[in-house]
DNA sequence: GGTTAGCAGTCAAACACGTTGAGTGCTAAC
DNA sequence: GTTAGCACTCAACGTGTTTGACTGCTAACC
């Protein structure tokens, strides 16, 4: 059934000034502040009728109404008005994006910052590895006797490294000439790629087997790793009323803090989205029912960078935490294509 | 005045009994679960005797006692029993260790968890940048047409990296050259050599000129840059009591996460021991005062590794705390000092 | 002198109760 | 369809009251 424009209307203020106040709104604060041409109580009997509907309901009988899980998903999709970023607050983001754009972990851990400090929420962010990703440059730096350092610069432009034993009777030489080998091979390739090859090493690579088989898994762990898990601002959740609550508050720092947990969270659940909003976190064990959460996947070149998004009460500012996820993401990937 | 035997002993007794159950100890159960062979009359005045010097007090008049600043105190630098960790909790240690020695990030993250773990307590570490570090290997890699990677291994053995800008002229010869000339300068030298040492880099240099002035700033940066700060198990403190306050809370919350009043709390005032415990945090404004700060720094042949210690209500677990800091600091020290 | 039993005194915590006021639903009139 | 008026509900708050876990004190005892 389709509501009225009134009762639309009169929903849209319900849950605007629920989410805003923190406190049950009345019919009389409704006339007061926006509704001023109606007396309490017409609009009491179209709260009454939106609460048939399932859209309200009141804590107690001589309270106000609360806007029903229904109320936001429709709020959401409807009803709201998306927040515009102040100059201050676009000027913010892209300042921080002025440096260090080569370091993954530094990008990832900046971008949830600002996405925490714009909407005072907790955020979550995790990184994709993306199979489709190309390797541009790779490279191995020795730096101790029996260690190297597997340097690989992607599409992206991103760095990533990790470490790789190697036998003591690997000459310095023998690995410039491995790196020869190792850019003709992976240079171009995506991650896909590389795993589905099955290499068979010939004579050849005698002396660098044992060195590639290592690469080649360092290579391989990049995509079926577990992917990492960035949390900010997890002291944000202490200013919403509705964590007051010592349990509340355990139940939610327990699942921030457990990776597999977070990625559940952020999944789109194949959805092929751009904002993706979970209002209620019903489904998800141990995580208090009253969470909302709303993602955002970033990507550059076609190539995902990762999730992000933020996590709080079911009373949050949508408008606001949509309008950061999408400016946050515009500039992002914005500066990073443009390197 | 020196405290008779018997007011040490049940001195002792409160202050662990309170560390165990945050409840106000009383004479009744001091006689049924230690003294029983003393009656709680007796115990009642060796109580009033204490109190009245000062180390223990009562929250009102029909409750049991609670240790003072000054107690607790004691306690640590007399009374207490250091803990053994168990077989279970070494091997823990240990196997935390087995893996990502390399990479400093890494050690200092999987370190903090190491000792929130065990001590349920919040944790925190600030990397050492110290000035007498020796370098042992400096490199520069060329991961885009305009960038390069600066790595440098130290003495630890651990690596450092940072993202240096190139001209558009740099051919990758000149790379090598460079490389050449890099190890010639710095290797073998300590960042404290590299910072008071003027370098006038003469005609041999003018190619390279831009890139090691770069380079040199980038090792300046290591020693004069803010210290890195981690900060683990941050939802170790909703398990404690004391805690159960909001107020309280957002207090611990936002000094906690505040680099560089982390520093400050880490900070051992100079004096040069083991083991540093701060008992009541007066004088570190913000910060609720019924908190220590237990911290240790770890170093590997004479260099600095860092500072890592725990925060938490001054009812913590001293003995415990205190071992898990020696083990877990023996431990690294062993195995990065045996690579 | 140290130790103990007994007893009066204190006070937080828990519970019950009354009051208040913000809100509602309903109804009758406009 | 709208509104004023009124009875009703119920959380929040303040005020007793009771309970029991403590203590300090005192007088007797070893």
Redo the contacts between chains.
Sequence with gaps: MELSDRKKKILQLVVSDYIETAVPVSSKSLTEKHLTNLSSATVRSELAALEELGYLSQPHTSAGRVPSIDAYKLYVSDLMVKDNLSVNELEYIKKIFLENT??V?QVIKQTAKVISELTSLTSLAVTSHDESEKI??I?L?R??PD?A?L?I?TDT?L?K?S?IELSQDMSDDRIDEANVLLERMFVGKTFKDICNYNYNLDESFENYKSVFLKVIDALKDYVTTTDDVILEG??KI?QHPEY?D?EK??KF??VV?KKDKVINLLSNDGRDIKINVKIGTEGYEEMPSDCSVVSATYSVGGVKLGTYGVIGPVRMDYGKVVAVLENVGKILENILSNR
Tied chains: 1, 2.
């Design positions: 080569n370091d972990e541009n440059n490279k730096f730096f101790k260690g350092l340097i610069v432009k760095l490294d470490v997890q002291d202490l007051a010592l508050l355990k720092m327990s803090t």
